[in-house]
Every structure is written in structure tokens, then in C-alpha cells.
């Protein structure tokens, strides 16, 4: 590995680690996405923190699975019962 592509790598497995939130004990996977970025690979999937903090958020529309801009459908009137 040439000293210049190494430097390179550092520099943006640092800055992927930065981005990251600074997690500890993620050094081999920002290494790993900043190789794969410098070398021309298809990305890598970011590092994330592991643990109760790296949980994502709840999304309250999460349970609406509706696409957006769509209208809810009127109820329709009942017939009369014949009595």
C-alpha cells in the first residue's frame, strides 16, 4: 500500500468515524468503507453505533402505510331494510 493512498484512506476513515458520532470499537468498519471509497468499490454500509443509543427512532407514521396525498374513501350510505 503506497504511503499516499494510505494517508488518503486515514484521512477518510477519520471522517467517516466523525460522521458516525464518534462511536468507539467501529475502526475496522470505517476503515473497511473508507478502502472500498478510495479503491473505487461500491460503498460500503455505514457504521453504526451498536447498543440502546443506535436504536432508531419511533415514527409515528411508521403504522400508516398509506402513500401520502391519497384521500381516505367515504363511507357509503346503507341501504334500507325492507321491513
Do not use: L
Not at 468515524?17 to 462511536?23: F, I
Not at 470499537?25 to 472500498?36: I, M
Amino acid at each position: 500500500m503506497t504511503d499516499d493512498r494510505q494517508e488518503r484512506i486515514r484521512q477518510r476513515a477519520h471522517a467517516i468515524w466523525e460522521q458516525a458520532g464518534r462511536p468507539d470499537g467501529a475502526h475496522q468498519q470505517h476503515w473497511d468503507q473508507a478502502t472500498a471509497e478510495i479503491d473505487g468499490k461500491p460503498k460500503a454500509k455505514a457504521a453504526r453505533p451498536k447498543g440502546p443509543a443506535a436504536a432508531k427512532p419511533k415514527d409515528s407514521t411508521a403504522k400508516d402505510s398509506k402513500p401520502k396525498g391519497t384521500k381516505p374513501k367515504a363511507a357509503r350510505p346503507r341501504k334500507a331494510s325492507a321491513s
